[in-house]
């Protein structure tokens, strides 16, 4: 069956770029989809079609997709940022998530 | 403003059922498929079902197929999860999502199921 890994935990300091990966069979063919899920709250969308942001995220984040693996990118990365992250994709008619990394700022 | 707000959930005993629903507003409830996606505690994300605009198509995860139905009634904009023969393991929080990139979340609807 389809799986997405994600590595369970990224740190970064402040004001320094963060990068999370997601691998997994063709997926830069498959549109990932990134969400962040801060304590307590439901998850919010940050990314789809691998590479594009919706209104209102901040344009520090970005996606890209090559291969086997995409990414989430966070530039310049604040305390604010500090979440979970799951990475998402399509499987014939199954959604699959990522297993979760966690963005610890420091 | 986009709203989806699930309700429904609750404590119920291994084998028994519950149904949960999800209303929607702020936006054409059915020109988009619909989601159901659950969380354990602690744990990730897992997605559940999906229904067309319509409810002319429906898609399960194995873990619930043949237990759990997707429905919608869009002259009411609501979602609904029909859950039988619910399993200690299904004990979760519950969300519904809008479209296929789960572009909206509900606050989601916490489900526990005791042995």
């Known amino acids: 069956s389809f799986e997405l890994t994600q590595p369970p935990s990224v740190s970064v300091s402040p004001g320094q770029t963060a990068s999370i990966t997601c691998s997994g069979d063709?997926?830069?063919?498959?549109?990932a989809c990134w969400y962040q899920q801060k304590p307590g709250q439901s998850p919010v969308l940050v990314i789809y079609?691998?590479?594009k942001r919706p209104s209102g995220i901040p344009e520090r984040f970005s996606g890209s997709a090559s291969g086997d693996t995409a990414s989430l990118t966070i530039s310049g990365a604040q305390a604010m940022d500090e979440a979970d992250y799951y990475c998402?994709?399509?499987?014939?008619?199954?959604?699959?998530f990522g297993g979760g990394s966690k963005l610890t700022v420091l | 403003e986009v709203q989806l707000v699930e309700s429904g959930g609750g404590l119920v005993q291994a084998g028994g059922s519950l149904r949960l629903s999800c209303a929607a507003s702020g936006f054409t409830f059915n020109d988009y498929w619909m989601h159901w996606v659950r969380q354990a505690p602690g744990k990730g994300l897992v997605w559940v079902s999906r229904i067309k605009h319509d409810g002319s198509s429906t898609t399960y995860a194995d873990s619930v197929k043949g237990r759990f139905t997707i429905s919608r009634d869009n002259a009411k904009n609501t979602l609904y999860l029909q859950m039988n023969s619910l399993r200690v393991e299904d004990t979760a929080v519950y969300y519904c999502g809008k479209d296929d990139y789960l572009s909206r979340w509900g606050q989601g609807t916490l489900v526990t199921v005791s042995s």
């Open positions: 998402q994709a399509w499987d014939s008619s199954t959604l699959v």
């Open positions: 063709k997926l830069g063919d498959k549109n």
């Open positions: 079609e691998n590479t």
